[in-house]
């Protein structure tokens, strides 16, 4: 019995000393892998091509040539005045039934026509809300749509090198959701190269502009948002809520002292006419607005998710020293940005 102990511990040595053991001589049969050392952050750099998020604010620098809301401007006083409005941009626009209107009316009927007219137009609603208090939120949205809005587009870096290109106008900042696709644009106005330099876990970019219709953009946007919201464009919004016939038939037979305004054909006229104007000027001033140049003199950002490669998959905490050119030279405006892989 002694015998045979001794044999199997013999045997159960020998097996030991087979066994592989881990180097360094460490006997505890561990099969851990220590993990890589993290990487020091000035050894970070960014490579490949990131979607970039520009996002501009400029409604604390004067850079448009006018106050937003005096590009609105018609679109803001049909919404306080619609009558007064209507007349003064039809006759404005040489619409023969105003001076019409005005030689056949007697002051006294003359005097009232306003605010007939503007108790026919504030009894409109839809869906319960006036339509002169949505002209007002359509101009509203106009105003923010020029002031604050996201440019997306591909940041592509190599070593020194980067290349920046717009991809598409998005008008969520304005409380728009519509997004804009820039790529029927000249390249050469939407994709611009600049310098880049890594150093302490950021990236700085250099000097670089591009130029943007931005104006024919946010009207696109304006509309789009219009017919989302209510099933038509603001011409045939407006139209259609206003009913030019109706409003003329009313008003046409109002009296005063047995003498009634008539002219039933003159006040359609004067209607349409003065709606067409109204939403024809407001577009047209919208979409004079261009950026000339929007110019990102400078960026900086941290260099975010860095793998073992030392390459960033994410650029974060994105700061642009930028300015916009909106016809009237360069003016800066708070910009930042953001990128990923």
Known sequence: MKTFAIVALSILSLEAGCLDLPAGGDDTGSDTVDPQPPRPPGDASAHGTYRVRS??????????PQPAYEIVATLRDFSTEPAHTLIDLAEDAGVPAVSELRAALPDVLENKLEGWIDDQIEAVTIDGVPITQIAGEIAALG??????????????????????????LDFTPAGLDVTVPLGALPSDIVAATATASYADGALALGDHRFGIPFGTYA?????????ARYGAGVRELLGSAVNC???????????????????????IELCERGLDE???RARQQVEAVRFDAIRLEAGTAALADVGADGVAAALTDGVWTAQ???SQGLRPVPATFTGAR
């Open 55 to 64: 996002v501009f604010d400029v409604t604390v620098a004067a850079v448009l």
């Open 324 to 326: 916009i050119d909106a």
């Open 143 to 168: 105003e923010t749509a020029l002031t604050q809005f996201a440019v997306d587009g591909e940041l592509e870096l190599s070593g020194a090198a980067a290349s920046h290109r717009l991809t598409r």
């Open 219 to 227: 009207w696109r946007a304006l509309e789009s948002v219009t017919t």
């Open 278 to 280: 109204v939403v024809a």
């Open 245 to 267: 016939p109706a409003v003329a038939t009313a008003v046409a037979n109002k009296c005063v002292l047995g003498v009634c305004v008539g002219h039933r054909a003159q006040l």
